[in-house]
């Protein structure tokens, strides 16, 4: 695995150049130019309605800089048809703080969903859905509906799910802000692991204590969006 | 083939897409109930309309070749009146046959309006002479001088006067019929757009999480489109097989009911009914395609 990333070391999977967004009038932030390397572990902070969510969102295509260039894997996001953009999402895994599951879908179904969505076979016996879902310590629940989970269960299930394709990235939108202490740190330990694995991380926090928690692991790098800058550790990028 | 292919798939569909995107109950009610009634309507336009077309067909074939003498005289010259008239239509060129019609056919012609034991002797009718032109037609001008010359009581009538009007309404009301089976079909593809649209909206959750982990818009759409296509169609079928149950129910074509009791569809004609159900699973497919594609444009 580190072999791919070291084959990958020269890709830029994420790249902001001079990005501004705007909502109605209020611009959120601007001048924010980022690469995101393979294989790198980064937390994004600021207080609330900083734009850390719209920040993700740049990073997967559900949204368009107001100014700027974004590209994601080398493409630019202008140029990019819908299809392009959901083939992307097929190599972002995203986690959201709400999860955003299928209700009426068991807890499997929802995991193979993005399988599914890309013309995999229904794979309810599939190898990497049972060792998926022993990872994140859900394979009795496999049969349970989204709304019997708890927000715990809801996350790890998140996690799976983002991960099932197999993504060069995972963008997790506050993943522990629904869960306690104990969990987070569960939690934190898979991201770890996956960034072990090769895996791109950004974690959209404002919880510093995890970040602390994570720093004695992993070698990550701590982004702040402050006064619509976005800066490092400190110092504007 | 692989267009059949692409069909049958179609129709088959992709088990996880559908279970993906849960039914909205009324929606599917909707579906199906419009798609019933309006196919229930369009059997009985296309049944008018068909039948307006047999009857222009017929009025026209009929009276395009046809004409009329009236001979009106005192009685005792009536027979020389109608035998002077024989004589100038045999020897006119463009007819082809003339013969004076017997009093049981003239009393057949009065019958519907005046009873069948209408004394005629008692009456002083006309004598009809039925003149039967050959394709080519005769000069109806030239025939009238010599009729006025020869025949003073003989009126040449060519049903011209009338063959047009009614030639007309009958097409006219061909045309309308075309027309209400083309708004029918407007009004359900506007009908399934709006269920369509309620079922998306309904599913708006659904949607963002399936784009959210790398659907494409054709295969979301797919799952709607397959749904209401397949709704439409059964919707369709329905109310094909009860607007063809009324059909037969209606009384056969007959002489004394005339226009109105010819409107059943006759022959071949019944098997244009599969078409309506088709029909309405392509409106269907269409409408449900546009919705689907422009409420998917306006999600990240």
Known sequence: ???????????????????????????????????????????????????????????????????GVVRIFEEDVRQMSRDDIALTRRRVGVVHQD??????????????????????????????????????????????????????????AALARALIMSPDVILADEPTGNVDWEMSQRLLTLLIELNRMGKTIMIATHDLGLIRAAKNHVQARVLRISERRLQLAGADL | MSVLRSVIDFAIGDAQAEKAVPPTGFTVRLTVFSAAAMAFLVVFALALSLAAGRLADRWSDELARSATVRISAPAEQMAAQTEAALNVLRTTEGVESARALSLDEQRALLAPWFG?????????????????????????????????GEVPGAVLDNHARWRGPVVSAASSLLLLGWVSIVLIALATGAMITLAANAALAANAQVIAVMRLVGARDSYIAQAFMRRFTLRALAGAAGGTLFGALALLLLPSASEEGGFLTGLGLQGAHWFLLILIPILAAVVAFFATRLAAHNTLRSLT
């Open chain 1, 99 to 156: 999860c955003q599951f299928l209700d009426h879908l068991t807890l499997r179904e929802n995991l193979a969903l993005p399988l599914t969505v890309s013309g995999h076979e229904a794979l309810d016996d599939d190898a990497n859905l049972k060792e998926l879902m022993g990872w994140v310590g859900l394979t009795t629940r496999a049969d349970a509906l989204p709304p019997e989970l708890s927000g715990g269960e809801r996350q790890r």
């Open chain 2, 116 to 148: 069948p034991e209408l004394p005629l002797d008692a009456l002083p009718l006309p004598q009809m002479i039925e003149v039967i032109e050959t394709a080519s037609g005769f000069d109806g001008d030239g025939l009238r001088l010599r009729l006025a």
């Open chain 1, 1 to 67: 695995m580190r072999a791919e990333v070291m084959r990958q070391k020269g890709r830029k999977l994420i790249e902001f150049e001079r990005v501004a967004h705007s909502y109605s009038g209020g611009e959120l932030f601007n001048e924010v130019s980022l690469r995101l390397a393979p294989g790198s572990f980064h937390f994004l902070t600021g207080p609330s309605g900083s734009g850390k969510t719209t920040f993700l969102k740049l990073c997967y295509g559900a949204l368009v800089p107001s100014s």
